[in-house]
């Protein structure tokens, strides 16, 4: 591999770690609530047993994704998913200002007065629902990259497919011991949430792109999803996004803690 395409690599892996850092603190503040009901030496059992659970069901459902994300049916859903989440979580930013505490309050009403076991199950059921984004984005980032042809795993070739899981797993260990810090990140900086989901939405329309150009498709020139004006494109928007996300961010923080 040379330097240009490691650079490459690289680059798309630390954009992948904070936006799995900033929607792991997200959901960190949901899952310390559903153990809170739990005694203290409980709490972090719970957390560490659903946690690894969710790594097993993260690991089984990659390979499953590789096999069939070449499908224009699979990516077409995909893209209209990442769309969703990102445009859902957008209009209530802006609509009704809904922050992590209601969604932190809810998860406490679900599992008041669940047994440990109980608990447990359902800390996994919520990482798994929230590793359903994270993975989505994470495989349309990795498409972006060119392939490597070392080896192929499905449907995604072999460098592809190790930017994923790093991605992933990077994402469980900032969920379990990184979190705090991310969660007063957001805490100082709250619009950096809406740039993460902003991301997400707009690699929804790299994977929407992909599946417009799939060969059994065409909707668009099968080429264009890979030609180079394309990728720039894609990350020039991506780094606007993220770049003036930051600074509105930390424009917004310094206002309010001068306020």
């Known amino acids: 591999m040379d330097a240009a395409l490691l650079l490459e690599y690289g680059w798309v892996l630390l954009i992948l770690i904070g936006l799995e850092g900033i929607l792991a603190a997200d959901n960190a503040v949901v899952m310390a609530v559903m153990v809170k009901h739990l005694p203290p030496e409980q709490r972090k059992k719970a957390l560490f047993y659903g946690l690894f659970g969710a790594f097993v069901f ?5 390979f499953l994704i590789a096999i069939l994300i070449d499908v224009w049916q699979v990516q077409a859903i995909g ?3 990442l769309l969703y989440i990102s445009i859902s979580h957008v209009t209530k930013q802006i609509l009704s200002k809904k922050d992590e505490s209601v969604e932190a309050v809810e998860a406490e009403d679900k599992t008041k007065g669940s047994g440990f076991w109980m608990t447990v199950l359902k800390v996994e059921l919520a990482d798994i629902a929230f590793a359903v984004d994270s993975m989505l984005a994470a495989v349309a980032l990795a498409l972006t990259l060119p392939a490597v042809g070392a080896f ?3 449907g995604i070739d072999g460098g592809q497919f190790i930017v994923i899981f790093l991605g992933g797993l990077i994402g469980l260990i900032i969920m379990r011991f990184a979190a705090h810090w991310f969660v007063k990140l957001l805490g100082k900086y709250p619009l950096l949430e809406t740039t993460a989901f902003l991301i997400v939405g707009w690699v929804g329309v790299k994977l929407a792109v992909l599946t417009l150009g799939h060969p059994n498709l065409q909707v668009i020139d099968t080429h ?4 180079t004006e394309w ?9 606007l ?3 003036g996300g930051f600074i509105l961010a930390k424009r917004r923080g310094q206002e309010s803690t001068a306020h």
């Open 79 to 81: 893209a209209l998913y």
């Open 224 to 227: 264009f999803p890979h030609s």
């Open 152 to 154: 192929e795993i499905g």
């Open 231 to 239: 990728k720039i494109i894609f990350w020039s928007v991506l780094v």
């Open 58 to 62: 993260r690991f089984a459902s990659l």
């Open 241 to 243: 996004i993220a770049g």
